[in-house]
């Protein structure tokens, strides 16, 4: 088993708790036991309602996991991303899940100080979610994992993870690979006379579908049903999130190098 439990850092609002349907989903799917965490640090803590810095938030939070799934509460005291890092560390097989923003807000920043910190930081796996304000009573689905490479084996160090949810979740797997191509003004600069875009253009696509349909290979022989790729040009980012948003129930998976 890949993962031996789920650990979520909570810090009492309701951005953070924002993750709870998914880990609800993952703990129950996969049998995991979940261990929520709220990490109490004098230096930034305001003075907010005592219920958030004991295990009575916490054990709130519990009563809306089903009876079947083990759930441990636990209150630190300490600067939150450390808390985090060396708590996940210390049992091997800890899935860190968190959401990208909690009490601080999503109003500037793409992830929380905490949040990147703790991605910065941790060997563990990380599942992040982008919270909105909704109901922690609702129910989500998981349907397809949108997994993007470019041709390192960096890259491809999420494959054990990618294989272990598809199998367990059932989920469909999209291979995604960009590129650009060369302007003019790169040949010119070179001294090399510039080919034909179009035929360029051809040749790279080729090259990139030849490559993902080796890795489609890879992972169909580990059991993995439903499995597609997408070569296309464009900017990396740009193209792994308009892929990700065509449909809900979609997750990214990616090695942070």
């Given at each position: 088993m890949i993962y031996k439990k789920i650990l979520v850092p909570l810090d009492g609002s309701k951005l953070a708790e924002g993750v709870i349907p998914y880990v609800r989903l993952l703990a129950s799917a996969l049998k995991l036991p979940v261990d929520l965490m709220h990490v109490n640090?004098?230096?930034?803590v305001a003075p907010v309602h005592h219920r958030i810095q004991g295990h009575e938030y916490l054990k709130?939070?519990?009563?809306?996991?089903?009876?079947s799934v083990g759930v441990n509460c636990r209150v630190e005291k300490g600067r939150?991303?450390?808390?985090?890092?060396d708590r996940?560390?210390?049992?091997?097989?800890?899935l860190i899940t968190m959401a990208t923003h909690g009490r601080s807000g999503a109003q500037r920043w793409l992830l929380g100080s905490v949040t990147q910190k703790v991605l910065q930081v941790s060997t563990d796996p990380l599942l992040l979610i982008r919270p909105r304000e909704e109901t922690l009573a609702r129910d989500v689905r998981?349907?397809?994992?949108?997994?993007?490479?470019?041709?390192?084996?960096?890259a491809e160090k999420i494959f054990s993870h990618v294989i272990y949810l598809a199998n367990r979740l059932g989920l469909e797997v999209?291979?995604?690979?960009?590129?650009?191509?060369?302007?003019?003004?790169?040949?010119?600069?070179?001294?090399?006379?510039?080919?034909?875009?179009?035929?360029?253009?051809?040749?790279?696509?080729?090259?990139?579908?030849?490559?993902?349909q080796a890795k489609v290979e890879e992972l169909q022989a580990e059991g993995i049903e439903k499995v597609s790729f997408v070569a296309v040009e464009g900017k990396g980012p740009e193209e792994i999130v308009d892929l990700a948003r065509k449909r809900a129930g979609n997750m990214v998976a990616m090695s942070t190098h």
């Open positions: 640090d004098p230096e930034t709130e939070v519990a009563a809306l996991f089903t009876s939150a991303a450390e808390v985090i890092v996940a560390s210390a049992d091997a097989g800890t998981l349907n397809k994992i949108i997994l993007p490479l470019d041709g390192s084996h960096l999209v291979l995604i690979r960009t590129y650009t191509l060369p302007t003019t003004g790169y040949f010119l600069a070179t001294g090399i006379s510039p080919p034909a875009i179009g035929e360029l253009g051809e040749k790279i696509k080729g090259e990139a579908g030849d490559y993902l």
